[in-house]
């Protein structure tokens, strides 16, 4: 393995923005960014109070193979996220409760893993930020090489080095380095938005204004009806 296929250094989102981002549900950061970004839904939190907010640092192993992982682990810093691309594989761990305690104790934000973990039940004691494809008991092997800091997929979705990443019961979504800060305002904006229309519901005000001509455009209304 050559050292091109480790990326020590790369850009990360500020820590201020990371903070000023993680005020929002992944949920309002997806819709902002275009209804994109989001991972698939197979890739949950270990316990459903887990949330993590943080900057991606990428991870590229073989099915089942962790030896990049501890290698990522040396290399990250404090607010980092932990993105492995483990191939969706579930025939064995990829990470348990020493590599957690080391991520935690080196100030890791979480970690996420198109792959599987252990020790669950510990992690969750933990109050450790882990978000994974399953579990499986089976540990992994240490033998092969892979990537770090270089593009993946986790999820469905292209992550890079550097990429803001974001995580609740709902799942996780990357929103890219260079937008995430832009996309603020915009959060805030939908967060007023949604509150002012929930009050409105709750006043009585239930009809959604946009439904008919959304019916229309389907072709499921003709013009001029109503439902």
Not at 91 to 115: E, F, H, R
Not at 163 to 188: H, Q, S, T, W, Y
Request: proline share 4%.
């Amino acid at each position: 393995m050559s050292n091109s296929d480790i990326i020590k250094n790369f850009a990360r989102v500020p820590a201020d923005i990371v903070a000023q981002a993680a005020q929002f549900q992944p949920a309002i950061l997806a819709d902002v960014a275009g209804r994109r970004g989001a991972l698939h839904g197979r890739i949950r939190p270990l316990h459903p109070s887990m949330k993590l907010a943080g900057t991606a640092l990428t991870v590229e192993v073989r099915p089942g193979d962790n030896l990049m992982i501890h290698a990522a682990i040396s290399l990250a810093k404090p607010g980092d996220v932990l993105v492995i691309d483990g191939k969706g594989d579930l025939s064995s761990a990829l990470m348990g409760t020493i590599m957690m305690t080391a991520c935690k104790q080196l100030g890791l934000a979480g970690v996420v893993i198109d792959g599987a973990a252990r020790d669950s039940l510990e992690i969750i004691e933990m109050d450790y930020p882990v978000f994974a494809a399953g579990t499986n008991p089976n540990g992994p092997t240490k033998n092969i090489g892979g990537r770090i800091g270089h593009a993946v997929t986790v999820g469905g979705v292209t992550v890079h080095a550097g990429d803001f990443i974001v995580g609740d019961n709902d799942g996780v979504v990357v929103v890219e380095r260079e937008k995430i800060a832009g996309l603020l305002p915009l959060a805030d904006k939908k967060v007023k938005d949604e509150a002012a229309r929930i009050a409105a519901i709750k006043n009585g005000d239930t009809a959604a204004k946009w439904l008919g001509s959304a019916l229309r455009a389907a072709g499921v209304l003709k013009e001029g009806e109503t439902l």
